[in-house]
């Protein structure tokens, strides 16, 4: 029986939307601003539009799981990004709780 597209597309977008959350602050254990952060992501296969990346990034940064701090690099200006000593231990929790669900739809699936 066929997938309704709109349907899976809808589905597979609420699976991606926690993910990349703990993606990000994975990623930001390391200083990164934004397009190394996305380019580091899409390396890993978690490729993110940056219409989706920086307003999680400010989201994330509201909730103060994250530091950033505009600086000039190559006469440019960037916003670096890193976990805040919240954002850590947040990033620690999220991280037993994915692989225990990880775990169990492994044996689900």
Do not use: H
């Amino acid at each position: 029986m066929p997938v309704d597209d709109e349907l899976y597309e809808s589905m597979r977008l609420e699976l991606r939307r926690g993910s990349l959350v703990l993606a990000v602050l994975a990623c930001l254990r390391t200083e990164r601003y934004g397009y190394t952060l996305r380019q580091a992501l899409a390396a890993d296969g978690l490729e993110m539009e940056e219409s989706t990346l920086y307003p999680l990034l400010r989201r994330l940064e509201s909730q103060g799981l994250l530091l950033s701090e505009w600086r000039e690099e190559e006469k440019r200006k960037k916003r670096f990004y890193v976990l805040s000593p919240m954002g850590v231990t947040m990033l620690a929790r999220l991280s037993v709780e994915w692989r225990g669900i990880n775990a169990s739809l492994d044996k689900i699936l």
